[in-house]
């Protein structure tokens, strides 16, 4: 998402922020191929703090991160810190797809109504942003949901205790024939309350950030680059907007992980819990609290914070600079984009 423009408060002149790419305006096709190749490079580089948030959010007793690190990397090896990519990745194309078509269509339909109310544009911006992420985030969640559930298991293999995987094929057919579809989607309740809420947050306190971060150093950031138009005002060169927007991001994320943490951590005690393979059914949302509280008191709800927000600040810079440059390689008429 990009600002049409924003007033620097320090100074006269307008900073001439590029358009936004809308829904319409893109090459759906070259959208879809090229956002499965670069937001899989994307997951690849970001997953191995995944995996510590993971191990840390299971473990019975505080352990640092870094210990858990080189606990992996001791007696699991570098294939350690990947366990259970293969999985997420496969389910990473389908989910992001769903992802990516709620956000763009609910953005545009939700800003063309509420542009129709009266609202000024930073309050549409921020509307339509929160509508779109929490859209986007509850159609990811269909296919994100069974992808957690088995990747979380064979991530947690090796930390003891538990059903052991081959493989993610065979972590499926286990969950399947011991807890049926239901025990593929453990957790979903809990996910769409984090995910949902968090990718609505997100998007809006994204919107409000970059009017932040133009207002307050945006002119300082695009002085080396700036470029005198008409009407007096500055247009920013590329590397200064992608600079706001990956700032704004990692704002947005740090924001989005500390509201949210204790429910991924009850989500993913959820979901990786053996439930009736064992023998017992597996634990409910009260049973999993409360198993938190007594292993080292709410505090325990925030292991594995640093990982996650690491991980989220890394992974909003990293997927809004990736978004959009996406949607510029994918704008029908390039030359209306610059």
């Known amino acids: 998402m990009s600002l049409s423009a924003a007033e620097e408060e320090s100074a006269e002149e307008e900073i001439h922020i590029p358009a936004d790419i809308e829904w319409k305006m893109l090459d759906k096709s070259?959208?879809?191929?090229?956002g499965a190749a670069l937001f899989s490079g994307v997951s690849a580089a970001l997953y191995p703090m995944v995996m510590l948030k993971t191990r840390q959010q299971v473990s019975q007793s505080r352990v640092s991160c870094v210990r858990t690190g080189v606990w992996i990397m001791r007696y699991e090896g570098l294939r350690g810190l990947y366990r259970g990519f293969g999985t997420s990745l496969t389910g990473t194309i389908p989910a992001r797809a769903l992802y990516m078509t709620a956000l763009e269509v609910t953005k545009s339909n939700v800003g063309t109504t509420v542009t129709r109310l009266g609202l000024p544009e930073p309050s549409v911006a921020a509307v339509a942003n929160a509508a779109a992420g929490l859209s986007a985030a509850m159609a990811a969640q269909v296919v994100w949901t069974p992808v957690d559930v088995i990747s979380q298991r064979l991530m947690t293999q090796g930390s003891g205790?538990?059903?052991?995987y081959a493989s993610g094929v065979d972590a499926f057919g286990k969950i399947l024939r011991t807890d049926g579809i239901r025990g593929l989607y453990r957790g979903f309740g809990i996910s769409i309350l984090t995910y949902a809420p968090s990718n609505a947050v997100w998007w809006a306190s994204y919107s409000m950030a970059q009017?932040?971060?133009?207002?307050g150093v945006g002119c300082m950031l695009c002085r080396n680059g700036e470029e005198r138009i008409e009407n007096g005002g500055l247009r920013p060169d590329a590397k200064a907007v992608m600079a706001v927007q990956g700032v704004s991001a990692a704002m947005a994320g740090g924001v989005s992980a500390l509201i949210t943490m204790p429910l991924d951590t009850i989500k993913t005690r959820l979901q990786v819990m053996d439930g009736e393979e064992n023998g017992r059914k597996g634990p409910s949302f009260g049973q999993t609290v409360r198993s938190l509280v007594r292993e080292g008191g709410w505090t325990a709800c925030y292991r594995g914070l640093g990982p996650r927000c690491a991980s989220m600040s890394v992974s909003a810079t990293t997927m809004i600079t990736t978004y959009e440059f996406l949607k510029r390689l994918s704008a029908k008429n390039q030359g209306?984009?610059?």
Do not use: D, I, S
Request: glycine share 12%; proline share 0%.
């Open 30 to 34: 070259k959208f879809f191929f090229l």
């Open 211 to 215: 009017r932040v971060v133009w207002n």
């Open 161 to 164: 205790g538990g059903c052991k």
């Open 336 to 338: 209306a984009l610059t």
